[in-house]
């Protein structure tokens, strides 16, 4: 490699390449984290206040990975970085400080050392020197960073999309993806648990795996940091990386002095609190500045909103967690009044006075900043949130007015009476009124639930911070942080009840050929998020034409097998809690009572019945389920559940296909009949929606009946498991040449130890024997077999399903009979035989009993192969670890993937292109 550009082998070079990366110079604190990268040192807490940098983590991390990869020590040093933000935010400032960091890389030529250092990483030469994923919203998962796990990558994805993958247990995954996601995001991966203190149950559970890799001895553990502006505990083992040095820096100190004032504004009922909310809005309307409102209940928020837009009409836009994904997202691309908001937007920025009427949904991972803050109580760490939100940058001098109802020692909590004598210095009379409240309660109070009394206790140390000239109470970074940690710790939400974690549990969720309901496998969502009683369940809503088309079908189109196709994807998804979702189901099984609906349980199993039927259920029936709905029941209405509104047919409820990648093109499509497929796509499934049709009828050509249903998807963003179909004909002897050479260069980048290389490599060369059969070259529309062996057919050919071969299998037999294989040792043999087995997902730990024949081959044989099978899969569970063996499998797949891409010509998509910012998306 020709070196061009500067080093980075010394603190300046840090500097300079930091600055080239990001815009910015350094933090002390970033180039004490640099050192500690570079030391192969791993912070279990990173505490940096807000506005300070965090994402900056990225960049840090992959200048680490650059210096390690010139040094040759980049084998024990992750290679991801995974990025955990603690809800899915309507702006993914992760993803987009890595994306200006990727296009620096492209287009600065002070930084081509650092490009090419991080490029020869990767399988292919001419691969971007950084790939960037994000498991959220319509651009979800472009595949880049399980493409070339030798590539250095980023990942961004929330605690659910994350935790549920590292689980085994993807939600949005079909069965046979669950190992991969597992094992690439579980091993020589960085996880950076952002806003660490909303998580608790997530924070011990990715520390719990990485403890329980560490005694397995997996290959590269995870690595697992803490990154939190509002620790829960005392971080005094991290001071020394954020520390004086820091708060003395001018950007940093501007920051963290900067003006935000509190005023308090009681009322004397809890359903007052709106009232109140919209008399201090409506009093900025003629201010010509933006105006964040936080307030709890998605049902207040709406109404705050209703009213601002008879005050401003058009300078209002809502921000709640309950709208689908595919309308969150384009609020953040082109609507102007949240444009306002964000410091850099694609939309043009309404002007005049603007309002974001926000619930918790804003609070994190939103670059956004207002000019005053108007919000109802909520704990501690949700307070310190959204002041994070308001005069982010020091410019300004925020008021940020806070609306509460009184805390009365009827209740049970003791306000402390000196720091309440300054509520709000416009409203006395309030105040007064507060206090009296306090002193002789007009009637007993019910003690305050463990929710509520973290309000109060909220309250009191709000009201303790230093008063400033104007009576308001100092709400600067600065000044929070002076906070006792007692009087913290007191005022937090209670933490949820964490769940025990055992390897027992992990032994079952990492059985993820077994998709049937298991005792003893519970869903993972209890141990991402803890259990609660303040936090309803909640239930996911989407909308799909198959729900409807094949309802008469159900035998030959099974709904769980459509889905494995056809996995539903963030952006077609909109959450609610339970009750409520339940509720509006109410109203569209009234309009609509025969009407059928699919239910999606936690484990993947699928439930069709009449709406009727749904809603005759116990409510709590449907937590933590999806229900799919077809279109024709309405339902939505600007992105939300709305049981009220019918079906409207400008309204487009199923948008499986608006799951975009690179340039916006589409990664999958379903099309009828002749309809021809998009460039570069490959066909999984048809479905005959009129298998009864006459003959004559189909051909004739006045016929405007759909019949035929094609789905088609691009090779990279695929959930089946790719085995049958690719953009062009793949002779077998040549696919598998070009598996064994990409998986050679694969072991050769990730440093793999010598037997588990060449295990992935033997693996890679013998993996697809099991397709030279008639039956399997008959499904994929070989008509030329056996004179033409293919591994893949190309567009021209229509797989359709014959049986259910699974040519696995039939490679395992194979194998088993070559003088070559026989003479490996028999640990190597054991691990080559499974990584064979699993490629596609199986054997994790068996096959399905349909599964398990071979109509070329001896009874005698396939019984043979297929008792060892899970057998194989318990010895090298034990000796590589879950998430270990995982990521063994994982490698032969990539490889299979990469010579099913590559090997008779390249989609541009893929190739030089890819050195396009597109390909970030």
């Not at 109580?377 to 020091?394: A, D, H, I």
């Amino acid at each position: 490699m020709v070196e061009r550009g500067i080093t980075m082998s010394t603190s300046e070079d840090f500097e300079s390449n930091y600055k080239l990366l990001t815009g910015n110079s350094p933090f002390p604190w970033q180039r004490k984290l640099f050192t500690m990268f570079v030391d192969k040192r791993f912070p279990e807490t990173c505490p940096v206040p807000t506005g300070l940098g965090k994402t900056s983590i990225i960049a840090i991390w992959l200048l680490a990975v650059a210096h390690h990869t010139r040094n040759g020590t980049v084998t024990e040093f992750p290679r991801r970085l995974v990025y955990v933000v603690n809800r899915r935010t309507v702006v993914d400032q992760a993803t987009d400080e890595a994306r200006k960091m990727l296009e620096a890389l492209i287009t600065k030529p002070e930084l081509c050392a650092v490009a090419d250092v991080l490029s020869s990483l990767a399988t292919r030469a001419d691969a971007a020197p950084l790939a960037i994923s994000t498991l959220r919203g319509q651009f979800a998962d472009n595949a880049e960073w399980r493409d070339d796990p030798a590539r250095s990558a980023v990942i961004v994805g929330t605690v659910d999309m994350i935790g549920s993958r590292l689980l085994f247990s993807g939600y949005g995954c079909g069965f046979k993806s669950r190992p991969l996601h597992a094992g690439f995001l579980g091993q020589d991966t960085l996880l950076v648990h952002d806003e660490a203190h909303l998580e608790p149950a997530f924070q011990e559970l990715v520390s719990a795996i990485a403890s329980e890799q560490q005694r397995r001895r997996d290959f590269w553990q995870l690595r697992v940091m803490e990154l939190t502006a509002t620790s829960r505990s005392d971080i005094t083992d991290a001071n020394t990386l954020f520390t004086g040095e820091d708060r003395k820096h001018d950007v940093a100190r501007k920051r963290l002095e900067a003006k935000k004032g509190i005023s308090f504004h009681p009322v004397d009922d809890e359903k007052r609190v709106t009232e109140k909310v919209e008399q201090l809005t409506k009093g900025y309307k003629d201010s010509g500045q933006a105006i964040l409102v936080f307030l709890r209940g998605v049902k207040e928020v709406m109404k705050v909103a209703a009213f601002l837009r008879k005050v401003v009409p058009d300078g209002v836009e809502t921000l709640t967690g309950t709208l689908r994904g595919f309308e969150r997202d384009t609020l953040a691309r082109e609507n102007a009044v949240f444009a306002r908001f964000m410091p850099h937007s694609e939309a043009i920025p309404q002007q005049g006075t603007v309002y974001l009427v926000c619930t918790s949904a804003g609070e994190v991972g939103v670059n956004i900043s207002a000019d005053h803050l108007v919000c109802d109580l909520t704990p501690f760490e949700s307070m310190m949130q959204r002041f994070g939100r308001v005069n982010r940058f020091g410019d300004g001098n925020a008021h940020i007015d806070v609306v509460h109802r009184p805390f009365g020692k009827g209740s049970g909590f003791d306000e402390s009476a000196p720091a309440a004598l300054d509520d709000d210095p416009s409203a006395g009379a309030a105040s007064q009124d507060d206090l009296t409240a306090d002193a002789a309660p007009k009637k007993k109070e019910k003690p305050l639930s463990p929710f509520d009394r973290a309000c109060a206790q909220t309250l009191s140390v709000l009201k303790q911070l230093p008063l400033r000239e104007d009576r308001r109470r100092d709400a600067s970074p600065a000044a929070l942080s002076e906070i006792p940690l007692a009087d913290r710790q007191a005022a937090f939400t209670p933490p949820p009840v964490i769940l025990p974690i055992s390897d027992i549990l992990f032994d079952v969720w990492a059985l993820t050929s077994v998709r049937q309901k298991l005792p003893g496998r519970p869903p993972v969502a209890d141990w991402l998020h803890g259990v609660t009683e303040w936090e309803p369940p909640a239930t996911h809503v989407a909308w799909r034409d198959e729900v409807y088309l094949v309802s008469g079908m159900l035998e030959i189109c099974p709904p769980e097998d459509l889905l494995e196709d056809y996995p539903l994807k963030p952006h077609e998804l909109l959450r609610d809690q339970t009750t409520r979702v339940f509720s509006e189901l109410e109203k569209i099984a009234s309009r609509c009572p025969a009407k059928p609906v699919w239910l999606l349980n936690a484990d993947g199993k699928v439930d069709v019945l009449p709406l009727e039927k749904l809603v005759d259920r116990d409510k709590l029936r449907l937590a933590d389920c999806t229900v799919l709905l077809p279109p024709a029941v309405g339902g939505l209405d600007g992105g939300m559940l709305n049981g009220d509104a019918a079906y409207d047919p400008k309204v487009v409820y199923d948008i499986a296909d608006q799951w975009l990648g690179e340039n916006d093109r589409p990664r999958r499509c379903r099309l009828w009949d002749n309809e021809g497929p998009l460039s570069g796509m490959r066909l999984v499934r048809t479905i005959d929606v009129r298998p009864d049709a006459e003959e004559q009828e189909e051909e004739s050509a006045e016929s405007t009946i759909r019949r035929c249903w094609h789905w088609y998807v691009r090779p990279r963003s695929a959930d089946d498991d790719g085995s049958r179909t690719a953009r062009v004909n793949q002779e077998l002897t040549s696919h598998l040449r070009s598996a064994e050479d990409f998986a050679k260069k694969l072991v050769d980048r990730l440093g793999l130890g010598a037997l588990e290389a060449k295990a992935v490599v033997l693996a890679a060369r013998w993996h697809d024997l099991g397709k030279d059969r008639l039956i399997w070259q008959r499904s994929i529309g070989n008509r030329d077999y056996p004179g033409l062996v293919l591994a893949k057919s190309g567009s021209g050919m229509r797989p359709i399903d014959l049986s259910d071969y699974r040519h696995e299998l039939g490679s395992l037999i194979d194998i088993s009979n070559y003088p070559e294989f026989l003479e490996l040792s028999e640990e190597l043999q054991d691990l080559v035989l499974h990584l064979v087995a699993a490629h596609h997902g199986r054997a994790r730990p068996h096959f399905p009993e349909k599964e398990t024949f071979d109509y070329d081959r001896s009874e005698e044989a396939v019984a043979a192969i297929v008792s060892e099978v899970p057998r194989r899969y318990g010895r090298l569970q034990r000796k590589y670890g879950r998430w270990g063996l995982a990521y063994l499998e994982s490698l032969v797949r990539a490889a299979d993937a990469m010579a099913s891409q590559y090997v008779a010509g390249e989609d541009p998509a893929y190739g030089n292109a890819a050195l396009s910012l597109g390909g970030a998306q």
